[in-house]
Nanobody, 127 residues
Framework: QVQLVESGGGLVQAGGSLRLSCVAS????????VGWFRQTPGKEREFVAA????????YYADSVKGRFTISRDNAKNTAYLQMNSLKPEDTAVYYC????????????????????WGQGTQVTVSS
C-alpha cells in the first residue's frame, strides 16, 4: 500500500517562504512521477507543480512559476515544494500525489493522472 505523508505547512507572512515535503512508502519511489496540488474550501483541486521520475522534467502552474520549485530526492523517497514570495492567494491545503504511469510532463497537471494522494498540509499566508 502506497502512503504519502506531507509536512512543512504552517502560517507565514506574505513574502515569506515555506518548504513542503512529501515522503513516500510502499512502492519504488523512483518509478513514480510526483505532483503537487492545492485546494481551498468550495473550489476544485488546483495543479501547482509536477516532476518526472528522474527529476529532469518539471512543470508549473502559471500562478506559481518563478516562485515555487519542485524537486525530489529518490534516495530519500521524498519530494519537495519550495515556496518563495508567498502571497495570501497561495493559502490552501497542499497535497502531493504520485503515479507510475507515463505521460508527457504537461499531462501531470491533471488530478486524474495520479493514483495515490497524501492527506494534505495546510499553508496559510497572512497579508
Amino acid at each position: 500500500q502506497v502512503q504519502l505523508v506531507e509536512s512543512g505547512g504552517g502560517l507565514v507572512q506574505a513574502g515569506g517562504s515555506l518548504r513542503l515535503s512529501c515522503v513516500a512508502s510502499g512502492r519504488i519511489f523512483s518509478n513514480d512521477a510526483v505532483g503537487w496540488f492545492r485546494q481551498t474550501p468550495g473550489k476544485e483541486r488546483e495543479f501547482v507543480a509536477a516532476i518526472s521520475r528522474s527529476g529532469g522534467s518539471t512543470y508549473y502552474a502559471d500562478s506559481v512559476k518563478g516562485r515555487f520549485t519542485i524537486s525530489r530526492d529518490n534516495a530519500k523517497n521524498t519530494a519537495y515544494l519550495q515556496m518563495n514570495s508567498l502571497k495570501p492567494e497561495d493559502t490552501a491545503v497542499y497535497y502531493c500525489a504520485t503515479t507510475p504511469s507515463y505521460y508527457t510532463i504537461t499531462y501531470y497537471s491533471r488530478a486524474a493522472a495520479y493514483d495515490y494522494w497524501g492527506q494534505g498540509t495546510q499553508v496559510t499566508v497572512s497579508s
